[in-house]
């Protein structure tokens, strides 16, 4: 079985700071990790996925993540906050014997202070 | 080109009733998705599609809800006899399919919001 824990429900920082939203998983085979941004009335867009290449994986908008086996997370990242970022994130899982069937995280609300 | 879309936007209904939820793919896409998101939640897997046929519908919760496929394309999502706790936004998403790899990027539509009231 697969899971996927977002630490946090609501994350605020400072345009300009750095942004960490945290996520760990458990999965029993190798996994595929991803997040997503839920936009309001829009679904979700993928931000990065990691499928077992390299371990530090960059997305769209200026956001990182690494996968760190030892660890079970693959937490996200962003240096410099901007206040367009301020949005619903979503950590999931799936693998390579059910790629098709994502597991989601709760998500995690980023906030943006001026 | 166009995403995925999904109608309707929104759809109140009342405990008993019956209804349908529709999903356009994008176009070229062999693979569609469903999925359920109750307030607060991530969304949850109901049933995937390869072509036509179910692949795995191993999330979808009991017998009142179905989804067909016909003709590789639109789908649609049926709830019979609905009850408040069916509320949620289901989310529908497409992809080209097994033929791409196993890294198959899944693209969301933006969600039809039912209430069940």
């Known amino acids: 079985a697969q899971s996927v824990t977002q630490l946090g429900s609501h994350v605020s920082v400072s345009e300009g700071a750095l942004v960490l939203l945290r996520c760990n998983y458990s999965s029993s085979v190798p996994p595929y990790l991803f997040w997503y941004v839920q936009y309001p009335n829009q679904g979700l867009q993928l931000l990065l996925k990691y499928t077992s290449a390299a371990t530090l994986v960059k997305g769209i908008n200026g956001f990182e993540a690494e996968f760190k086996k030892s660890e079970t997370s693959f937490h996200l990242t962003k240096p410099s906050a901007h206040m367009s970022d301020a949005d619903e994130y979503l950590c999931a899982v799936s693998s390579y014997s059910s790629a098709s069937k994502i597991i989601f995280g709760s998500g995690t609300r980023l906030s943006i202070r001026p | 080109g166009a995403g995925v879309s999904q109608t309707p936007s929104n759809k109140v209904t009342e405990k008993g009733k019956y209804v349908e939820l529709r999903c356009d793919p994008i176009s070229g896409h062999t693979a569609l998705y469903w999925y359920r998101q109750s307030l607060g939640q991530g969304p949850e897997f109901l049933i995937y599609?390869?072509?036509?046929?179910?692949?795995?519908d191993s999330g979808l919760p009991n017998d009142r809800f179905f989804a067909v496929r016909p003709e590789g394309s639109v789908s649609t999502l049926k709830i019979q006899r609905t009850e408040r706790g069916d509320s949620a936004v289901y989310l529908c998403?497409?992809?080209?399919?097994?033929?791409?790899?196993?890294?198959?990027?899944?693209?969301f539509g933006p969600g039809t919001r039912l209430t069940v009231l």
């Open positions: 998403a497409s992809s080209l399919g097994l033929t791409s790899g196993l890294t198959d990027t899944q693209y």
């Open positions: 599609f390869q072509g036509t046929g179910a692949a795995d």
